[in-house]
């Protein structure tokens, strides 16, 4: 063999890092799946740092190796998928930010392709719901979260912040009814009133005590009958896993799911409507050993076998 053809893959700790080296792509185009970047934390009520959050996904996504052995597929050989880079996000302005996502968003979604978007704060997902449900239609969302999202304000007068952006879905009406659903709220609030809030919002709140006083399997089924065939999007604030699987976060609560509880949750979507994805919270100065990011890169390519799964199962395409 001559030394001048020989070039062997790279291992995964070498090269450029992107999303699970998958190519860079900051263009709008007509791939299968843009993986997104928004590193922006400034709407973040208690400790920050999730602008790092991207970078550290990206670099934790290094070890997937490819094949899903649950979901049984390999997406990235079922799918074309791009790391499309980070959002030129305003770290002073939170509604310049979403003007930025809204734009980046509605072009990839122009081209036809599915987003997964890495946060990040919670703020992030309103203008990507916006843009998913002008595409779609009022959204089935399952929200995982130890908290509801659904405060009308953090801070007197500002609408926006990391823990408005249910409401404000709610109010624009990008959010089917009957089929949102909260999974993973625990932990001390100002009072009964936050949750009572949630509810009359149409949330369907379950609760950590409800969810460890179930059979999961009972769950499962609940979430997938509410959800029927409406276009999903699925939003996943990593504060919902337990702080001892997912420490890197800004409002860690105490007694959420394990790691693998929340894989059993998110691939038990397999086979419905899934448009739309994204992965918030990561905050990497919290994440000493890149635990959190670790979980939150195989949750992203777990996003990614659903969708894989979904093109297998429709001849039409996803
Ligand atoms: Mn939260
Ligand atoms: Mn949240």
């Given at each position: 063999?001559s030394l001048?053809?020989?070039?062997?893959?790279?291992?995964?700790?070498?090269?450029?890092?992107?999303?699970?080296?998958?190519?860079?792509?900051?263009?709008p185009s007509a791939?299968?799946?843009?993986?997104?970047?928004?590193?922006?934390?400034?709407?973040?009520?208690?400790r920050?740092?999730?602008?790092?959050?991207?970078?550290?996904?990206?670099?934790?996504?290094?070890?997937?190796?490819?094949?899903?052995?649950?979901?049984?597929?390999?997406?990235?050989?079922?799918?074309?998928?791009?790391?499309?880079?980070?959002?030129?996000?305003?770290?002073?302005?939170?509604?310049?930010?979403?003007?930025?996502?809204?734009?980046?968003?509605?072009?990839?979604?122009?081209?036809?392709?599915?987003?997964i978007?890495?946060?990040?704060d919670?703020?992030i997902?309103?203008p990507?719901?916006?843009?998913?449900?002008?595409?779609?239609?009022?959204?089935?969302?399952?929200?995982?979260?130890a908290?509801?999202?659904?405060?009308?304000?953090?801070?007197?007068?500002?609408?926006?912040?990391?823990?408005t952006?249910?409401?404000?879905?709610m109010?624009?009406?990008?959010?089917?009814?009957?089929a949102?659903?909260?999974?993973?709220?625990?932990?001390?609030?100002?009072?009964?009133?936050?949750?009572?809030?949630?509810?009359?919002l149409?949330?369907?709140?379950?609760?950590?005590?409800?969810?460890?006083?179930?059979?999961?399997?009972?769950?499962?089924?609940?979430?997938?009958?509410?959800i029927?065939?409406?276009?999903?999007?699925?939003?996943?604030?990593?504060?919902?896993?337990?702080?001892?699987?997912?420490?890197?976060?800004?409002?860690?609560?105490?007694?959420?799911?394990?790691?693998?509880?929340?894989?059993?949750l998110?691939?038990?979507?397999?086979?419905?409507?899934?448009?739309g994805?994204?992965?918030?919270?990561?905050?990497?100065?919290?994440?000493?050993?890149?635990?959190?990011?670790?979980?939150?890169?195989?949750?992203?390519?777990?996003?990614?076998?659903?969708?894989?799964?979904?093109?297998?199962?429709?001849?039409?395409?996803?």
């Amino acid at each position: 063999m001559s030394l001048m053809t020989y070039t062997p893959p790279l291992p995964p700790f070498a090269g450029i890092c992107t999303f699970a080296r998958m190519p860079f792509q900051p263009t709008p185009s007509a791939v299968d799946v843009a993986i997104l970047g928004v590193p922006y934390d400034s709407s973040t009520s208690y400790r920050s740092g999730t602008r790092l959050g991207p970078r550290a996904l990206r670099e934790q996504s290094l070890l997937l190796w490819g094949y899903n052995n649950a979901l049984q597929i390999s997406p990235f050989t079922a799918l074309t998928v791009v790391d499309a880079g980070d959002v030129s996000v305003v770290p002073v302005d939170i509604l310049a930010t979403h003007r930025a996502i809204e734009s980046t968003a509605e072009s990839w979604l122009n081209a036809g392709a599915k987003l997964i978007t890495l946060g990040g704060d919670h703020s992030i997902a309103l203008p990507l719901l916006r843009r998913h449900a002008a595409v779609y239609g009022p959204l089935a969302v399952l929200h995982f979260d130890a908290h509801p999202d659904t405060w009308d304000s953090e801070y007197p007068g500002q609408k926006y912040s990391h823990g408005t952006p249910f409401i404000r879905a709610m109010e624009e009406g990008l959010i089917d009814r009957e089929a949102y659903i909260q999974l993973g709220i625990r932990g001390p609030t100002s009072g009964p009133q936050d949750y009572v809030d949630a509810l009359h919002l149409g949330a369907r709140m379950i609760t950590m005590d409800e969810f460890r006083q179930r059979a999961m399997a009972d769950v499962i089924a609940e979430i997938r009958q509410r959800i029927g065939t409406r276009p999903l999007y699925v939003t996943f604030d990593i504060d919902g896993v337990d702080p001892a699987f997912a420490p890197g976060t800004g409002t860690p609560e105490v007694g959420g799911f394990t790691s693998y509880e929340v894989l059993q949750l998110v691939r038990c979507l397999v086979g419905l409507n899934c448009v739309g994805f994204d992965l918030v919270e990561v905050s990497p100065p919290f994440d000493p050993t890149a635990i959190t990011s670790i979980l939150g890169a195989n949750l992203v390519f777990e996003f990614l076998s659903l969708l894989a799964r979904s093109r297998q199962s429709s001849p039409a395409g996803l």
